[in-house]
């Protein structure tokens, strides 16, 4: 039985890794920074990031580890942190992480920069932390979720006029298919960077968006805003998408009649 600790594993993408990783047989823990109740066949450690405290014994003995665990800008730390803990626990995981399509082609150039989109430039560091530990790894690099764009439309169509970045796209994928991927890259041998797994269409986000008010019977007009700096050039350059890589099956559309209610 294989013993796989989970990082992350609350997380929306970690909510569908576990529960594909428990039915495969496999011993699942899942670290997190408060306690949870069990019950999914998964157990739960709890640890402190910032300190390290908990972490080197949530690692334990753990043959795969599955780091899901992140934000949008403390990626590098918390990678540091985790490598520290397997050494600090003696063990010889092998490590499979989840990064972002285009990580190296978002550059950060500003404060502005690193407040409104320092993301990517956060996963990056993430990644050169792993690679460079000595612990036998793979990574996969994924495009934006359905999930993190719907978490957006929600949000934006709050506002009586929803404003839309200019000339921003995704090629957003369904969390569940990476989660897939995730979990066969845990069962096999370390791969180090293996090829991104993009969506199957690339879509404007402001198109994203009205697909998202007419999936909710909402009339509220959208603007095109204009976001400073070189990491939103970026975005709107293409730096975020990988459509060689359109290996994603479920739409936006798709996804957006499965999660969506007309009111
Ligand atoms: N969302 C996307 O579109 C997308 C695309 C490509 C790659 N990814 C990557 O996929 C991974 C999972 O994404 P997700 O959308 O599932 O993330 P999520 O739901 O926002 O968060 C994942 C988990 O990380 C832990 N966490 C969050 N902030 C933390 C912090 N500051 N310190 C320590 N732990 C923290 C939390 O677990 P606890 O509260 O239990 O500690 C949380 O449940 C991330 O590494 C992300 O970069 C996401």
Known sequence: MARILVTGGTGHLGRLVVPRLVRTGADVRVVSRSPHAEGDGARYVVADWATGEGLAQ????AEVVVHLAGDQLHNEPMATALVRAVRDAGAEPHLVNISVVGAEKVPVRSGFDRRALGYMESKLAQERVLEESGIPWSNLR?????????????ALA??????????????????????????ELALGDPQGRVPDVAGPEVLTF??????????????????????????????????????????????????????????
């Not at 994924?142 to 929600?154: C, D, G, N, W």
């Not at 969390?175 to 991927?181: F, K, S």
């Open 58 to 61: 949530a690692v334990g003995d």
């Open 142 to 154: 994924a495009s934006q979720f359905h999930e993190l764009v719907l978490i957006a439309a929600r």
């Open 158 to 183: 709050k506002l009586p006029v929803v404003p839309t970045p200019s000339g921003w796209r995704a090629q957003p994928i369904a969390a569940d298919e990476v989660a897939a991927r995730l979990v």
């Open 206 to 263: 402001r198109g994203m968006v009205r697909d998202y008010l007419d999936a909710v019977g909402s009339r509220r007009p959208t603007m095109p805003v204009r976001v400073p700096g070189a990491a939103s050039r970026a975005y709107a350059a293409g730096g975020n998408l990988a459509p060689d890589r359109a290996v994603g099956k479920q739409t936006w559309g798709e996804f957006l009649a499965e999660h969506v209610e007309h009111r």
